[in-house]
């Protein structure tokens, strides 16, 4: 399993799936979000994958932040993204940005990760 513990974030690739965790009380601004996507993209080795991310410890994402972690430059190197979230308002912020900021890759909201992994399998080597 490779991985890498970044100030914002923890990522590891396990079984094909990236597995990205926001740090605890994180508030995300567009320069830390470009900051991680760059990060991720190191890590994949050019290698499209899908994602699963923990936003279970996520406080914010700014609206600048937001918009563009929907874009397809965010989203370079990703097939589909699964993110994990614990709570109704999380859930909430994260209904308006699939409705408002639409990602530009599939994505869908869980709360369960068995389902959320389970989901992410189909977009395995699409490369």
């Known amino acids: 399993?490779?991985?890498m513990d970044h100030e914002y974030f923890t990522i590891r690739l396990v079984d094909g799936i990236i597995h990205f965790i926001y740090?605890?009380?994180?508030?995300?601004?567009?320069?830390?979000a470009i900051k991680m996507v760059n990060a991720r993209c190191e890590f994949s080795n050019n290698i499209r994958?899908?994602?699963?991310?923990?936003?279970r410890n996520l406080v914010s994402i700014d609206i600048?932040?937001?918009k563009y972690l929907a874009t397809?430059?965010?989203?370079?190197?990703?097939?589909?993204?699964?993110?994990?979230?614990?709570?109704?308002?999380?859930k909430f912020a994260g209904n308006i940005?699939?409705?408002?900021?639409?990602?530009?890759?599939?994505t869908r909201l869980f709360t369960e990760q068995?389902?959320?992994l389970l989901w992410?399998?189909?977009?395995?080597?699409l490369n």
């Open 64 to 66: 600048k932040a937001r």
């Open 97 to 106: 940005f699939l409705k408002i900021d639409t990602p530009a890759i599939p």
């Open 114 to 116: 068995q389902a959320a």
């Open 72 to 90: 397809e430059e965010a989203s370079r190197l990703l097939t589909a993204g699964a993110v994990l979230l614990d709570n109704p308002l999380t």
């Open 23 to 32: 740090k605890p009380n994180l508030k995300v601004s567009l320069e830390m």
């Open 49 to 55: 994958r899908p994602i699963l991310l923990d936003v």
């Open 120 to 125: 992410l399998e189909k977009f395995k080597n």
């Open 1 to 3: 399993m490779e991985s």
